[in-house]
């Protein structure tokens, strides 16, 4: 293992599509880091298979174990400090986590949502989008503050409703993309051009508005 390389650490709840996205960045060469734990807030999901098989050390922190939300919150955050990590990555991690753990760790969390925010923060984002006829949808790479989907968002990726659109079409459609570029975002971050001090700063840069791509 490469010691300059930056140490990301990943939190899941489910199927963890997205952490394979990343898993196979570092694999292939293109993303310059080391997932050092892959933690996750549900047992048995297939995210925690995933970072198993490949030889990535697991955590899993049950709500039921903690007298509260801040109790696990500090559980977790000790252990990412054993861990030493440069960054957290938010991969559907489904629990918002509470203002002590976010202000530890201010301007090392970043979150994958999907929608375009302020837009639909929270569940069920396609089915809105859907109904209300909205003629595109993406997701937001945004860093992490109390605010459940809140903190600058940091880039966009549009993605155009097509009239033949159902929910399933539509989230595949714009998970593909998730996957392609929240890999590319945590690069910029572990290169150093993507950092955080009190606001996002972009190639030294403050970033006044998200960096947006948009598909055809
Ligand atoms: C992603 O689509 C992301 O937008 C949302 O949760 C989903 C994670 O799915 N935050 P998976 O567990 O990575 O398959």
């Not at 997932?35 to 039921?64: C, E, M, W």
């Not at 375009?116 to 003629?135: C, I, M, V």
């Amino acid at each position: 293992m490469s010691s300059n390389k930056k140490r990301i650490a990943v939190l899941i709840s489910g199927e963890g599509q997205t952490l394979q996205a990343i898993i196979n960045a570092c694999n292939a060469g293109k993303l310059n880091a080391d997932i050092v734990t892959v933690i996750s807030n549900k047992a048995d999901v297939y995210g925690l298979q995933r970072a198993k098989n490949a030889n990535i050390p697991t955590h899993t922190f049950l709500r039921k174990s903690y007298a509260d939300n801040q109790q696990m919150d500090m559980a977790i955050a000790d252990i990412l400090e054993q861990y030493q990590v440069d960054l957290i990555v938010l991969a559907g991690y489904m629990k918002i986590l509470t203002a002590t753990f976010t202000q530890r760790f201010e301007g090392k969390i970043l979150n994958i949502h999907p929608s375009l925010l302020p837009k639909y923060p929270g569940l069920h984002t396609y089915q809105r989008a859907l109904e209300n006829h909205d003629s595109e949808h993406g997701f937001s790479i945004h860093f992490v503050n109390e605010e459940m989907d809140g903190g600058q968002v940091v880039f966009q990726c549009k993605v155009p409703i097509l009239a033949t659109d159902d929910e399933d079409s539509l989230c595949n459609r714009v998970k593909q993309y998730e996957q392609r570029y929240y890999p590319q975002v945590i690069g910029w971050f572990v290169e150093g051009r993507l950092s955080y001090h009190s606001e996002a700063y972009f190639d030294d840069k403050p970033l006044t508005s998200p960096i947006v791509e948009y598909q055809e």
